[in-house]
Nanobody
Framework: QVQMVESGGGLVQAGGSLRLSCVAS????????IAWFRQSPGKEREFVCA????????LYTDSVKGRFTISINNAKNTVYLQMNSLKPEDTAVYYC???????????????????WGQGTQVTVSS
């Protein structure tokens, strides 16, 4: 059974940093892409960034470029999201997700991802 388990969320002041972790288990993820999405109250879940398992490619949404960094530790089956210079508008529940169908590029839509974690809350105060 595939499991994606996020951790690392919390409350931080604007300008601060957090690092989220996502541990993936239950199958081999060699050909998979791992993404972070986020969802704020009243809004749809949106794509944040993604990485392929070999860490050779990443994709970021424009609003987080230069502030967020996605990385992966293959030995630990863990994907990280380092978030710096946080803003109140980054407040959301953050989810990690995995997909293994796409051979080229990254999916940016929720329905392209097969496996999801339960989410971790990030709150940025102004």
């Amino acid at each position: 059974q595939v499991q994606m388990v996020e951790s690392g969320g919390g409350l931080v002041q604007a300008g601060g940093s957090l690092r989220l972790s996502c541990v993936a288990s239950g199958r081999t993820f060699t050909d998979y892409k791992i993404a972070w999405f986020r969802q704020s109250p009243g809004k749809e879940r949106e794509f944040v960034c993604a990485i392929n398992w070999s860490a050779s490619r990443q994709l970021y949404t424009d609003s987080v470029k230069g502030r967020f960094t996605i990385s992966i530790n293959n030995a630990k089956n863990t994907v990280y999201l380092q978030m710096n210079s946080l803003k109140p508008e980054d407040t959301a529940v953050y989810y990690c997700a995995a997909e293994g169908s796409r051979t080229i590029g990254f999916g940016i839509f929720v329905n392209e991802y097969h496996y999801w974690g339960q989410g971790t809350q990030v709150t940025v105060s102004s």
